[in-house]
């Protein structure tokens, strides 16, 4: 879901009068609270997973992987081919090929008046 997120944010966006690229998008999640109210959090996809989609650094979605152990999805990077260089993504000062999608969320929220 992220990495379709960030294909849309990447492809909705447009050129700001400051010279920034600006998505268009925000992704909305409905949850439920203990009392099983209601609630709405939006998030944005951070501009380096857009920019590491973009550039074809992710593993495709069919390859992402899924950690049912901790019930937690993980972001894939993919393999480089036969004499390719790709960027090394870095986790807590070590290289990784997977890292945790909350990495890539950035929380909406609306400012108060």
Known sequence: MIIKCARLQERYSFR???GLTVPKFIS????LDMTNTGYTECYMISDLIQ???????????????????????LISVRKPG????????????????KFH????????????N
């Not at 036969?82 to 090929?97: R, T």
């Open 16 to 18: 700001h009068p400051c």
């Open 82 to 97: 036969k004499d390719e260089f790709m960027p090394q993504v870095f986790q807590e000062s070590k290289g990784v090929m």
């Open 28 to 31: 909305i999640c409905l949850k």
């Open 51 to 73: 920019n590491m989609e973009r550039d074809n650094i992710l593993a495709p979605i069919a390859d992402q992987i899924k950690n049912d152990n901790n019930n937690e999805t």
């Open 101 to 112: 999608r909350d990495f890539s969320l950035i929380n909406v929220k609306k400012l108060k």
